[in-house]
């Protein structure tokens, strides 16, 4: 059984920064590219950034280019967010999301999804 676990949200003033896990089990993690998303209340979900299974290709919402990193290690089956510079309208559930490479930016495409985990930024 496919399972993926976010972890690593919180309550941050704007400004800050916080790390998210993702870690996957029961099927190939090295095979799959993984992707983030998120969704802020009364909005409908978004892309945030993917990764290919191998991490040599990343892609980024406009949004949070320069900001956020994504990144894996396909030894601990884990996908990373990096969250810095955060603003009040990154305050969403971040979700994560795998598939079979290459990775895209479509939600409709991805397989499994995490329960999510709320990032809320203040001002």
């Known amino acids: 059984q496919v399972q993926l676990v976010e972890s690593g949200g919180g309550l941050v003033q704007a400004g800050g920064s916080l790390r998210l896990s993702c870690a996957a089990s029961?099927?190939?993690?090295?095979?799959?590219?993984m992707g983030w998303f998120r969704q802020a209340p009364g909005k409908e979900r978004e892309f945030v950034a993917a990764i290919s299974w191998s991490g040599g290709n990343t892609y980024y919402a406009d949004s949070v280019k320069g900001r956020f990193t994504i990144y894996r290690d396909n030894a601990k089956n884990t996908v990373y967010l990096q969250m810095n510079s955060l603003k009040p309208e990154d305050t969403a559930v971040y979700y994560c999301?795998?598939?079979?490479?290459?990775?895209?930016?479509?939600?409709?495409?991805?397989?499994?999804w995490g329960q999510g985990t709320q990032v809320t930024v203040s001002s």
């Open positions: 029961g099927r190939t993690f090295s095979s799959y590219a």
């Open positions: 999301a795998d598939k079979i490479d290459p990775a895209t930016t479509w939600e409709d495409e991805y397989d499994y």
